[in-house]
C-alpha cells in the first residue's frame, strides 16, 4: 500500500501539474484519457491480430520503454532482474566487466573503466562508443538492457565490439567477467607533506574511506592533498557530499537540485564535524569524471577551495530517482537537475579545469598498454597531471609562506 500511494501520489502530482485553472486540469485529463484509450485500442489489436501471440506483459513492459526511451538517456524501465541488479550498483561489489556506460546521443558510450578491472585491462576507453554485445547490435537498446547482458557470472566471457575516434573500424574486445569489488579509495604519500588520495567511485563506504585516508595522512604529516577523481563515473549524491564537507566550512553550499516536482528541489550543505578547511588541494578530473565526481570538483572549485587541474568533465549533472513499481519492477527517472554553488548547470558542459593538462594521446596509450608498475609511486612519476598539480601545489604553499601570519603546520589538522 505504501508504494502504490507514493507512485500514486507522484503521478498524480505530475497530471495536476501541467493545467493552471480546473478547466484547463479538467481539459488536460481528457485528452489523457482520450489517449489511453488509442493505447488500449492499439494492444487490443496487436494481442487479436499480431503475426505471432505476444503475452500482455511482455507487451505492456516494451510500451513503458518506448514511453522513457523518448524522454532522454537516462531515463529508463527496470523489469525485475534489471531492478534488483540496479540495486547492487552502490554495493561495491558485482559480477561483470568493470565499466560504467551511458547513451550519448542515442549510443553506448563508455563513461569510465573502473581501474583494476578487466574492462581496464582490456584496454576500453572513456568514449569508445559499444556497438555490439555478443554480436547483438546495440542500437535502441536501452541502459539497464545492454548493463544486463554485460554482467553474469564471474568467470564466463563476453564480446563488446567497439567503435573508437581514429579508428577505421569496429574491434572486438573479448573480455572475462570477474566478481567486481571496487576499492573505492587508494593513497599514497608524495612526500613533503603532500598526500595523494584517488576516489574510484562514490560509494556508501566511500565518504567512511575517505576520512580513515585523510585522518592517517594527518597524523603523517599531510600538509597539502592531491585528490584524484580521474575516471571517476560518479555514484551516490549523499557520498559526494560527505566528502565534499571534508575541505569546506559548515553551513557551506555543495549542491542543489531543481525538478517539476517541489520534493525535487533540494540543497545540500555542508554538516561535517571534523574536516580540513584550509588545507592547499588539486583536484584531478579528466573526460571519465563524471555526476558525483563533478559535483565535489564544482563545489571546491566555486568556494574557491582547489585548484582544478585536467581535463574537461563528462557533462552528466541530472538525477535520477528510483521508483518502485508493484510487480517487483522500477523506474529510473530522471527528475532533477544539479547546480554548483554558484548556480552553475554541469549537465551536457561539465567541469572546466582551472588549468587544462591534455595528456599526449601517445603517452595515454603506452600508459594503458605497459603493465601496472609494481611501484604505484612510479606510476604517479610518470603521471604528467600528477606532476602539474604537484607544481600547482609548490606554487600555493609559497604564496601562503607570504601571507602575513600564515601558520602552514596548522592547516592539515582536523577541525
Known amino acids: 500500500m505504501k508504494k502504490a500511494f507514493v507512485i500514486g501520489s507522484l503521478l498524480l502530482v505530475l497530471t ?71 540495486q547492487v550498483e552502490t554495493s561495491g561489489s558485482f559480477g561483470g566487466l568493470g565499466i560504467e556506460i551511458t547513451l550519448r546521443d542515442d549510443v553506448l558510450t563508455v563513461v569510465s573503466p573502473i581501474e583494476g578491472t578487466p574492462a581496464y585491462r582490456a584496454g576500453l576507453q572513456t568514449g569508445d562508443r559499444i556497438v555490439k554485445i555478443d554480436g547483438l547490435v546495440t542500437k535502441d537498446m536501452q541502459l539497464p538492457d545492454a548493463v544486463k547482458r554485460m554482467r553474469g557470472k564471474p568467470g564466463t566471457k563476453v564480446t563488446i565490439t567497439v567503435v573508437r575516434e581514429g ?49 592517517k595522512a594527518a597524523k603523517t604529516g599531510m600538509k597539502a592533498l592531491v585528490l584524484d577523481l580521474r575516471n571517476n563515473p560518479g555514484g551516490l549524491l549523499t557520498a559526494a557530499v560527505e566528502v565534499t564537507e571534508e575541505f569546506i566550512d559548515d553551513g557551506k553550499l555543495v549542491v542543489y537540485t531543481e525538478g517539476r516536482v517541489r520534493n525535487q528541489n533540494m540543497r545540500f550543505s555542508a554538516h561535517a564535524k571534523k574536516s580540513y578547511p584550509n588545507l592547499p588541494m588539486v583536484v584531478l578530473v579528466n573526460q571519465g569524471s563524471a555526476s558525483a565526481s563533478e559535483i565535489v570538483a564544482g563545489a571546491l572549485q566555486d568556494w574557491g577551495r582547489a585548484i582544478v587541474v585536467g581535463t574537461q568533465t563528462f557533462g552528466k549533472g541530472s538525477v535520477q530517482t528510483i521508483i518502485p513499481l508493484s ?71 609559497i604564496i601562503e609562506q607570504q601571507r602575513p601570519g600564515a601558520n602552514p603546520q596548522a592547516q592539515a589538522r582536523p577541525q
Open 167 to 215: 579508428w577505421t573500424e569496429p574491434k572486438d574486445f573479448d573480455i572475462t567477467r570477474e566478481q567486481i569489488r571496487v576499492q573505492s579509495v587508494r593513497s599514497h604519500d608524495l612526500g613533503g607533506g603532500i598526500a595523494y588520495v584517488k576516489l574510484r567511485q562514490f560509494q556508501e563506504q566511500s565518504p567512511g574511506d575517505m576520512g580513515a585516508a585523510l585522518e
Open 327 to 397: 510487480d517487483g519492477s522500477g523506474l529510473r527517472l530522471t527528475t532533477a537537475k544539479y547546480f554548483t554553488p554558484k548556480g552553475r548547470s554541469i549537465h551536457g558542459k561539465g567541469i572546466t579545469p582551472d588549468i587544462v593538462v591534455e595528456i599526449p594521446k601517445d603517452k595515454d596509450t603506452a600508459a594503458k598498454e605497459r603493465p601496472p608498475s609494481l611501484d604505484p609511486l612510479e606510476e604517479l612519476r610518470k603521471d604528467i597531471q600528477v606532476q602539474r598539480a604537484l607544481d600547482v601545489i609548490k606554487t600555493m604553499r
Open 16 to 86: 495536476l501539474s501541467l493545467g493552471g485553472s480546473v478547466a484547463s486540469k479538467s481539459a488536460d485529463s481528457s485528452a489523457t484519457y482520450e489517449q489511453l484509450k488509442l493505447f488500449t485500442e492499439v494492444l487490443s489489436i496487436v494481442q487479436n491480430q499480431y503475426v505471432d501471440e505476444v503475452a500482455p506483459k511482455d507487451l505492456i513492459y516494451s510500451a513503458i520503454k518506448g514511453t522513457l526511451r523518448g524522454l532522454d538517456p537516462h531515463s529508463s524501465f527496470l523489469d525485475p532482474d534489471s531492478y534488483k541488479e540496479m
